[in-house]
């Protein structure tokens, strides 16, 4: 016990003797809070649009009418000719052409039905959805307002019926991606300084040599481990105090359910994460190796885990190699606990699934990490 | 007590070290002399537990070196050739971290260390890392010895300290070796093999000749002399042409020279210099050391 207190004082001294180590402890959640959770955002407001009005007509002005109207859309340019409008898309002037063909409005007082085009700029998947969707709901808007002009069909005539829905957001009500963002940047935050730093600190006693001296005294191994980690750890759920007190002052995210299990869960988590680190440390030799593998695995994991794309729409095969992503297991349990208010019960799934890989990457990293080469 | 038998190392298809062999008494100071690359830093660290050897079994003080690890690295100090305390520790905190490691406290052996560490004491609140060569030696040293070892292996102590620090650095070998510890150390400059009370001549790999430094000295069979001119570059060049040598290697501002027969015919030698243009020519005959020693092993 000795020993590793007196390890866990060292680390302590070193950390903060390392003129790197406070600004990065420090500067970066603020940074990585401030900035990704301010610019990630999935709302897509001032799409370029180009209209193509061949018809003129009094329905396909009110329709451009609409489209003006609307805060997602923004007219950059009005031409008659599809070639001009095609021309715009490639250049990038805009992102969504509307043609709007001859005859439009005649069409649709004779055979009760025409046609328009959406040209969509497709190079970002989701912003061309997105745009789909704004665009194809002014028109259906558009739509009923002709049925009710034309046929004098009102609510409740029963020659025209639709279903209409409501909807109601639940846990984040007014969809606000801030709130759904601040706990996955949490979880990015923490999962960095645990992986980098503390896989960082072990390698860099190899790298200047004194793992040599460490290795010829009769330290334990476990001793030596578990009192270069607990730092980190401290560390590490310090940051997320420090981040949850940014996201509530900042961003006044809800935080609906209880602290301790908000703790109790990156405490093992950030066990899961070290034993990550100290693996990585003792496969490589040097900083810059061990870097390259953290970065390797920080990125697959993260883009996989749900932070940005829902894990949903992932295919089959992503969706079971999730199951060994600690990161997506953390972020569902700090999205349910801060938003929804889950207790202990609703994510003991996670918690068992975390604790077996805290357990597994523990022995892994141990066994590997050998004192004579 | 060392005892080393027949050990192996290679490093992939590199043969490290082979057939080794060599004991040490305790209480005795035994250098591993030997130019860099030559095998003694993997005899170290298979004598400190830090790699396992091929082939061979060490024992020391008897205890088995791969089977009883655990015990060795209770009963050894090992300085590595290359510093290896932490540089943002300050002196202090060094010594305290390994001595806490070791399960000990800097008071409970202070008197071994009183010697060594009262002159790096006035720094012990300075970064290891800001010290000077010859102090972090001193320091080094210090943690080497915090837990009382009855073993001390030193590689290359003295590589890239000043003359006055290593003149210090031996001094204070000598008085541990008084107080009972038995010390094995490695060097690449051979004036300091005559410091010790045996030596092993090593060269790649290979151990050529254990002995103590007046034997191995006594032991060169050559009559020997040191031969300078005002061309030292030209001379060298003339003297490995000339018909009768044996060897000629250039030491400092002379030239060692041996020839195949066993009196040096001074006259002869002169003449064939002067026919070569040389001026100010100086023959004087020398006493061996353990340089030309080792020269002559290498030939």
Known sequence: MRTIKFIIQKEFKQIFRNKSMLPMIFVIPLVQLLVLVNAATFEIKNIDLIIVDKDLSSTSRQLTAKFNGSAFFNVVKTTFSV????DYLYQDIGDLVLVIPQNFEKQLVKNQKADIQLLINAIDGVVAGLSN????????????????????VSKGNSAYKQISIQYSHWYNPELNY?????????VLLITNIGLFLAGMNLVREKEIGT?????????????FIIGKLIPFWIISLFELALGLIIGKLVF???????????????????????????????????????????????????LMSGL??????MPTWGQILNKINPIAYFIRVMRMVLLKGSTFIDILPEIISLSMFAVLMFSLAVWNYRKTS | MISVQNIKKSYGDTLAVSNINFSVEQAELFGLIGPDGAGKTTIFRILTSLILPDEGKAILNGYDVVKD??????????????????????????LNFFATVFGTTIEENYDLIKDIYKQIEPFKKRRAGKLSGGMKQKLALSCALIHKPEILVLDEPTTGVDAVSRKEFWDMLQRLKEKGI??????PYMDEASLCDRVALIQNGQIMQIDTPDNIVKSFKHELIAVKTENMHKLLHDLRNFSDTHSAFLFGQNIHYTSINSKINNEELKHYLQKNNHKNIEINKIQANIEDCFMELMT
Do not use: C
């Not at chain 1, 194809?136 to 034309?150: D, F, H, M, P, Q």
């Not at chain 1, 030799?285 to 695995?297: G, K, P, V």
């Open chain 1, 83 to 86: 070639q001009q409008a095609e």
């Open chain 1, 133 to 152: 969707y704004y665009a194809t709901s002014i028109i259906a808007g558009l739509n009923k307002e002709v049925i009710t002009r034309w046929y004098g």
């Open chain 1, 178 to 186: 801030k709130t759904f963002m601040v706990p996955g940047i949490l």
């Open chain 1, 211 to 223: 793992i040599e001296q460490i290795n010829v005294t009769p330290i334990k191994k476990h001793h």
């Open chain 1, 252 to 302: 006044d995210i809800p935080i609906i359910g209880s602290l301790w299990l908000v703790f109790s869960v990156t405490a093992i988590y950030m066990l899961v994460v070290l034993a990550i680190g100290l693996f990585i440390s003792t496969i490589t030799e040097n900083q810059l190796q061990a870097m390259f593998f953290a970065f390797f695995f920080n990125l697959v994991f993260i």
């Open chain 1, 308 to 313: 940005f794309t829902a894990v949903e729409s």
């Open chain 2, 69 to 94: 690890y655990k015990k060795i690295r209770q009963i050894i100090g090992y300085m590595p050739g290359r510093f290896s305390l932490y540089q943002d520790l300050s002196v202090e905190e060094n």
């Open chain 2, 182 to 187: 038995t010390i094995l150390v490695s060097t």
